[in-house]
């Protein structure tokens, strides 16, 4: 099993453009999250699912957009992006059901918006 | 709303010093879940723990181990004979009951340097 794997590993965007950022699973997750992680302010999260077709917002959505049209495969966009942004970026992923499991990490997206 | 606070922004020890970290939590839920999360320099966050509100148990794995008191609501990490490997940012974090498996909160994070 890859685990959870994100792309890019690095991005630099100019103010204004847009973008997406991949996440992707293969342990057959029901739950998956993506969080950003800024310095002194430990991990934040953006958004997140509980399955498939099923999305809803973190603590810090503003900006941000994301879809599940598969349990696999979890998408960021960045709409229009921020100098605001620049950030390092991680998916995350769990089992669902009664009994909530450990979230498991993807290496991370460093994104640095100009 | 939950918050996770570790007070301790960073701490330097020497070789096989022994190394708590602290962690505080805040919640309103009686069922909650409670984490350890490693981050070395390479980035990646690495799983060490999990711990439910029900099972106030210490934890021993190795040179870790973990202290649940939901008395002070703290749930510190202990690392013994400390090494240079040990050397990381260390991140406590809290879900909160069923429906927010997927949401935790993290606190900010301790920064442990391990000097030889």
């Known amino acids: 099993n890859a685990g959870v794997t994100q792309t890019p590993k690095f991005q630099v965007l100019k103010t204004g453009q847009s973008m997406t950022l991949q996440c992707a699973q293969d342990?057959?997750?029901?739950?998956m999250s993506w969080y950003r992680q800024d310095p002194g302010m430990g991990l934040r999260l953006i958004h997140y699912?509980?399955?498939?077709?099923?999305?809803d917002q973190g603590e810090v959505p503003n900006g941000y957009n994301v879809s599940r049209s598969t349990t696999e495969d979890f998408p960021l966009r960045l709409l229009s992006a921020a100098p605001s942004q620049t950030s390092v970026y991680f998916c995350?992923?769990?089992?669902?059901?009664?009994?909530?499991?450990?979230?498991?990490f993807g290496p991370g997206t460093r994104l640095l918006v100009l | 709303a939950q918050k996770v606070t570790q007070a301790q922004t960073e701490i330097s020890v020497v070789e096989k010093e022994d190394v708590t970290l602290d962690c505080v939590y805040e919640?309103?839920?009686?069922?909650?879940?409670l984490f350890w999360y490693k981050q070395p320099p390479s980035g990646e966050l690495v799983f060490l723990i999990r711990?439910?509100?029900?099972?106030?148990q210490n934890e021993i794995s190795g040179r870790y181990s973990w202290n649940f008191q939901k008395s002070t609501s703290s749930f510190n990490f202990t690392i013994t004979a400390s090494q240079v490997v040990d050397s990381a940012v260390y991140f406590c974090?809290?879900?909160?009951?069923?429906?927010?498996?997927?949401?935790?909160?993290f606190g900010e994070g301790t920064q442990l340097t391990v000097n030889p």
């Open positions: 995350a992923s769990s089992y669902g059901g009664g009994n909530p499991g450990t979230q498991y």
């Open positions: 342990m057959n997750h029901e739950y």
């Open positions: 699912s509980v399955g498939a077709g099923i999305t």
């Open positions: 919640t309103r839920d009686t069922t909650y879940y």
């Open positions: 711990r439910n509100s029900f099972d106030e």
């Open positions: 974090a809290l879900s909160e009951a069923v429906t927010s498996g997927s949401r935790l909160t």
